[in-house]
């Protein structure tokens, strides 16, 4: 048998076979398959009066049924979809190229834009990140983005990396069949409360963070750094830019001129942007208490570095006072005193201790050493 055969059993049965003159190399993993057009579809359902019909039909047929059977809309879930993904439900929901392009994004703030029948949202999901402690590389709070597209009949929720999960979003809402019932805006209500009720619960957590460093920071021996606290602005940042400016989207959708929504969800809303002004007004706080503990540690750097200038220079007096001495019984006058003397070295060695101590013993005294 040739070694080319050898080479061909090698490789279909998995390396089983040795080639002649040696093992064989590693087989290498197999490629990864690619990614199909409509993987990105994580839910697709119609409704009629809060109730979840039966599946099993394409989006368009889905859609078709929903605008000839009152109260009913299709609610369908994407994540991470690609161009086509965009494209084939754009086709199906006549969605503007603009704000398809602006859901491929996910570096949107937040913000709410109308066009003709359809209202644009954008959200930006966040999660905080479990850690044992506060360090200069710690991360503290990861961001993800969902777009929603909202018309009267339908709604497509688009979802950018493993934040902000709605799948117990829609188990909750199919098991409140009455507020489910309310239309597409409900499910609106109900992605942005559970994002904000996640705010927070970061805001708490993140208070937790800052009472320990702040801690560490007005200890007798200060433990925390400057890179601490360093890294907790930088996080801080990252979530202040997902709930500041959800602000202004939550009043357009209840100023009611934007978008028209029922005494009901609108009174939801109302509950959902009261919530986002409190994290944000925690997070103000935050700020602030972050501003005034990097001051507080800056100044005891400050301190600390001019204690050690201070020790510094109290022992390089010593020194200088001994190297005086030397200094001068090194010049090699021919008169100078006690040169002659039995006891001259031995006595010019005691006053230069003697001094030495003495003057050591002012500059503890006075709190430089």
Same mark, same amino acid.
């Given at each position: ?26 087989? =290498? ?5 690619? %990614? ?11 409704? *009629?009066?809060?109730? %979840? ?51 491929? =994004? ?36 990861? +961001? ?14 688009? /979802? ?52 320990? *460093? ?50 009901? *969800? %609108? ?9 986002? +002004? ?13 501003? =005034?503990?990097?001051?507080? %540690? ?65 500059? /503890? ?5």
């Amino acid at each position: 048998m040739t070694e080319r055969w050898y080479w061909h059993m090698a490789q279909r049965w998995g390396w089983r076979l040795p080639l002649p003159g040696g093992s064989p190399p590693a087989a =290498s993993p197999p490629p990864a398959e690619p %990614r199909r057009d409509g993987d990105a579809v994580v839910d697709c359902a119609l409704y *009629v009066g809060g109730v %979840r019909q039966a599946g099993g039909r394409g989006v368009a047929e889905l859609f078709a049924e929903a605008k000839a059977t009152p109260e009913a809309f299709v609610w369908i879930g994407l994540h991470d979809p690609t161009e086509a993904d965009m494209a084939g439900v754009a086709e199906v929901f006549d969605l503007h190229p603009l704000a398809v392009e602006d859901a491929l =994004s996910d570096d949107q703030r937040p913000k709410l834009e109308r066009y003709e029948d359809t209202a644009f949202l954008a959200v930006r999901a966040a999660s905080y990140i479990e850690h044992t402690e506060v360090t200069d590389t710690s991360e503290v709070v990861a +961001t993800g983005s969902v777009r929603l597209f909202v018309g009267e009949r339908f709604v497509v929720t688009v /979802r950018h990396g493993a934040i902000g999960g709605l799948r117990a979003v829609r188990a909750d809402l199919e098991a409140h069949q009455a507020l489910l019932a309310q239309g597409p805006w409900a499910v609106v209500h109900a992605v942005c409360d559970r994002i904000v009720d996640v705010y927070l619960q970061i805001a708490a957590a993140f208070q937790r963070d800052l009472d320990i *460093v702040e801690t560490q920071v007005l200890a007798r021996e200060a433990g925390a750094s400057v890179g601490q606290i360093y890294q907790l602005k930088r996080e801080l940042v990252e979530f202040r830019g997902a709930v500041l400016p959800l602000q202004q989207p939550l009043a357009t959708i209840l100023d009611g001129r934007t978008v028209k929504l029922t005494k009901e *969800v %609108r009174r939801y809303f109302r509950d959902v942007a009261d919530h986002n +002004t409190r994290v944000a007004d925690r997070i103000g706080g935050f700020d602030d208490l972050l501003n =005034s503990m990097l001051q507080a %540690r800056l100044a005891q750097v400050t301190v600390d570095q001019n204690n050690d200038m201070r020790k510094i220079a109290s022992w390089a007096a010593i020194a200088a006072l001994q190297t005086a001495f030397a200094g001068i019984y090194g010049m090699n006058f021919k008169f100078m005193p006690e040169l002659e003397w039995r006891y001259g070295y031995p006595g010019l060695l005691i006053v230069m201790l003697v001094t030495s101590a003495l003057l050591y013993r002012y500059l /503890r005294r006075s709190g430089w050493l």
